[in-house]
């Protein structure tokens, strides 16, 4: 069991046989009655936020959740299909689930995943990862000062807006996390 004293951001905690994260909190001691702890939860399972108030002190449950070693295989139109690294299943993660971060997987890449009653939930991509640029409009030379950009897709499918300098074949660093170019490798 949690305490409120425990709350932070990023905290996992389980209300009503769910698992939430804590988005945001804030404790609150108003000059008459007890106080409180206002929390933003986000729905691990299906990724909504809710606003909660807990009275201090009180207590909530801690999730089984479990954080494993998956290799990326393939997308099958409506999953991520991957593949515990210790077990050799295979483990589906629905697109609704990974939203944007299905962008940026590479066929055999390994990465963390947090696992729920069995059930693979989310995944923890690295900060940055290398992708290469399959269609974008040709370069041009000398354009590095004016600072403009230009869409670019790339080898997952994804676009981004890189430097007019960067070319198809173009291997390109990309942080995960704002979808932004961070540069050439």
């Known amino acids: 069991m949690l305490s409120t004293t425990d709350f932070r951001k990023g905290l996992k905690i389980e209300m009503d046989d769910t698992p939430y994260e804590i988005v945001d909190f804030m404790h ?5 009655g007890g106080a409180f702890v206002r929390t933003k939860l986000r729905n691990l399972l299906t990724g909504g936020t809710v606003d909660q108030t807990f009275r201090s002190g009180e207590k909530v449950g801690k999730p089984d959740l479990e954080s494993r070693e ?11 299909v991957f593949m515990d690294m210790a077990s050799y299943d295979q483990l589906m ?3 609704e689930s990974m939203k944007e971060k ?3 997987l590479k066929e055999g890449q390994t990465i963390k995943a947090l696992i729920y009653r069995g059930q693979p939930i989310d ?3 690295p900060a940055a990862v290398s992708l290469q640029v399959v269609q974008t409009e040709p370069g041009m030379k000398g354009d590095t000062v004016s600072g ?3 869409p670019a897709r790339l080898e997952t499918g994804i676009t981004v807006n890189v430097p007019l300098f960067i070319n198809e074949g173009d291997l390109i660093k990309v942080d995960t996390r704002s979808g932004e170019y961070l ?3």
């Open 28 to 32: 609150v001691k108003p000059g008459k």
């Open 102 to 104: 299905g962008g940026f």
């Open 183 to 185: 540069g050439r490798e």
């Open 70 to 80: 998956i290799q990326y295989l393939y997308h099958d139109g409506s999953a991520y």
């Open 123 to 125: 995944i923890d991509l």
């Open 93 to 95: 993660i629905q697109d």
């Open 148 to 150: 403009g950009t230009k």
